[in-house]
């Protein structure tokens, strides 16, 4: 699936952070509780975490970049965030190539 950049967002977050919109939303499964959301955009955040190093995790956002979600995103065969690596744009590349093939989760 494509996707833009919308915007950097890094002011807002520690490290350098994007807000990612897919070419067409996409639902995600919470993992506690019973409920979906929908969405096409994300923050894409890539911070190094005291005790851990480096990592790039992906939020699920609404329209004007926000946060909807503190929840991860994962899904159910590709690993979409990255540990060890600062690389926002790589993993947004995860996130579409996931989105539509896979459940989503967060």
């Not at 890094?10 to 929908?38: C, M, N, W, Y």
């Not at 969405?39 to 939020?59: C, H, L």
């Amino acid at each position: 699936m494509d996707y833009e950049i919308v915007a950097d967002v890094s002011r807002d977050f520690q490290g350098e952070a994007k807000h990612v919109r897919l070419a067409e939303p996409v639902e995600l499964e919470r993992l506690v509780g019973d409920d979906t959301i929908e969405t096409a955009d994300f923050i894409v955040s890539a911070a190094r975490v005291m005790f851990s190093g480096p990592e790039t995790y992906v939020f699920p956002a609404d329209e004007n970049g926000e946060v909807d979600e503190w929840g991860e995103v994962i899904g159910e065969e590709t690993t979409i965030s990255r540990k060890g690596v600062l690389d926002p744009e790589g993993v947004a590349e995860n996130l579409a190539a996931a989105a539509g093939n896979e459940v989503l989760k967060c």
